[in-house]
């Protein structure tokens, strides 16, 4: 295993296979008890810290949403110390407000995948462990997106249902009817089991999703690969600056948690 750490971790996803204005300090091929991850992780010199960075879909988009080793990309991410990660997600809008380009930081998720290994299935003495999901998303890292959202003056939705389908193919028109009822705000593949695996290491996880078409069914116009792929190029690159700038702050933010653990401890018997 290698001796270089990283405390935050950027996973890219469709479009967002590279950073490519970082220094790359190191590439970390590290097998895991879960398999290979996605690719290579690169150690990023990124807004003054060291940001683990990995392709969720691998390089060249080579892996589809229910091919991806999620627990494996997640081990990796723990054994280099990650306790942070922001996610990247493409993603088909299903309210009115939710129009292509725009971004999403989602609060919460309703799950719809199957047939992925989606549990590390810790024991603790014998016994299956809980985690608490109920609020799957990080409030603290939200917290930081949002904050360079508005810094950096880019429209979004402040809040938002990710509802995660197996894919590859898009939905039918009714399927998205369906997650309308059900309360989905918007839908992509990625989101799960990735979220849950993160939260059983106990890494704080935030989803930074961008918005490439209206879900399936709720334009006049039929869906058109060239658009997304158009959307993607330009959308990602307004992600890239949100997420410099969310890690620009993010070193207040864990000063500001240490400091507050230390008062804790002081009030504490
Ligand atoms: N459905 C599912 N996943 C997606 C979509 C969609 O419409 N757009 C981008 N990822």
């Not at 405390?7 to 091929?29: H, K, M, T, Y």
């Not at 008890?33 to 690169?42: F, K, N």
């Not at 705000?185 to 990735?194: I, K, N, Y």
């Amino acid at each position: 295993m290698s001796e270089l750490r990283a405390d935050w971790a950027v996973i890219g996803g469709s479009g967002l296979d590279q950073l490519p204005d970082a220094e790359i300090i190191a590439r970390v091929v590290d097998p895991t008890p879960y398999g290979a991850t996605s690719d290579d992780i690169l150690l990023l010199r990124l807004a003054g810290r060291t940001v683990a960075f990995l392709p969720r879909h691998g390089r060249g988009h080579r892996l589809a949403p229910h091919e991806i080793n999620y627990r494996a990309n997640l081990w990796a991410l723990s054994q280099l110390g990650v306790r942070n990660v922001f996610s990247v997600n493409a993603v088909g809008g299903l309210t009115p407000t939710l129009s292509s380009g725009k971004l999403a930081v989602p609060d919460q998720l309703i799950d719809y995948t199957w047939g992925r290994e989606h549990t590390f299935n810790q024991r603790l003495e014998g016994m299956v462990q809980h985690i608490d999901f109920t609020y799957p998303y990080s409030s603290s890292l939200r917290r930081l997106l949002l904050k360079a959202l508005v810094q950096l003056d880019v429209p979004h939705d402040d809040a938002g249902v990710y509802a995660c389908t197996q894919g590859p193919r898009l939905e039918t028109a009714a399927e998205v009817r369906r997650l309308i009822r059900d309360g989905g705000t918007m839908v992509g593949m990625t989101a799960m089991p990735e979220a849950a695996l993160a939260r059983e290491l106990g890494m704080d996880y935030a989803a930074l999703c961008l918005c490439v078409n209206r879900a399936a069914g709720l334009d006049a116009t039929p869906l058109s690969l060239p658009d997304i792929y158009g959307i993607l190029r330009s959308g990602m690159a307004i992600v890239r600056e949100v997420l410099l700038e969310a890690l620009r702050t993010a070193g207040e933010h864990q000063r500001q948690n240490q400091q507050k653990a230390q008062e804790l401890s002081k009030l504490l018997p």
